[in-house]
């Protein structure tokens, strides 16, 4: 088993284009021209259980300030977590997250998220995944695909989503720390339905959405410029 306390994760992406945790990456890659002739690199831990910890991503390359939450500048703190199965196979972790909730600088708070979550080099997969704040209650898939880690330093046009929402309520009031727009449309949405694309353009499909007392919307949108 894994304990970790008031643990502090910084991850710098430089304007030269490298991470401040290449050397990691460079451990892990599977294309490293050492020779192996044995099976391949395998660590397992049973639980592991973080308290009070801290994460922060910031990227240097982007210096744009955005009052709500900044994927150039993310702040994650009073993070627990609970989870287990942990493996990190060659350059990849798989693990099941039975508990988690954080707070992130923008005001954005999770209560509650658990999932099955695979991380790697070409993506980030949260199956059965739900979601808990105070405002929203989520479940389904959410993924994210990119060419490689740097795709992170121009999230909004350079990350393709894949996300397929189940049965959920969904409150603007979360959405917007996340797009500003929806500041605008401080609803209470109950939705399912499928999404794929950038943020920047985002592709939504099988939707059922309904608001209020009588609105409601049936069939598929594209979102631009969020």
């Known amino acids: ?27 892990l890659d599977p ?15 049973d639980k592991v259980k973080l308290t009070n910890t801290r994460f922060r991503f910031r990227n240097e390359t982007d210096t744009s ?12 703190y009073n993070i627990n977590a609970d989870a287990d199965d942990f493996y ?14 954080l707070m992130e600088r923008s005001g954005f708070k999770a209560n509650h998220i658990q999932s099955l979550v695979t991380i790697s080099p ?21 993924g994210m695909r990119y060419k490689s880690y740097d795709a ?15 049965s959920s309520v969904v409150d603007g009031h979360d959405v917007a720390f996340f797009a500003a727009p929806f500041e605008a449309f401080p609803l209470r949405f109950k939705l399912q339905g499928q999404g794929k694309g950038t943020v920047s353009n985002l592709q939504l499909k099988n939707l059922d959405v309904r608001f209020g007392k009588m ?4 069939g598929k949108a594209q979102l631009n410029g969020l």
């Open 65 to 76: 300030v955005c009052e709500n939450f900044a994927a150039n500048d993310q702040l994650f």
């Open 1 to 27: 088993d894994v304990k970790v306390d008031r643990a502090y994760c910084n991850v710098v992406f430089y304007k030269d284009n490298t991470f401040n945790i290449d050397v990691l990456f460079n451990i």
């Open 31 to 45: 294309n490293d021209t050492l020779p192996s002739n044995g099976p391949p690199f395998v660590l397992y831990f």
């Open 88 to 101: 990190i196979i060659q350059d990849s972790l798989h693990f099941n997250i039975s508990h988690l909730d």
């Open 215 to 218: 609105g409601q919307f049936r």
């Open 152 to 166: 992170f330093s121009n999230f909004y046009d350079d990350v393709k989503l894949d996300i397929k929402l189940q």
């Open 122 to 142: 070409s993506c980030m997969l949260f199956d059965s995944l739900e979601l808990k704040t105070p405002y929203t209650h989520a479940k389904g898939f959410y």
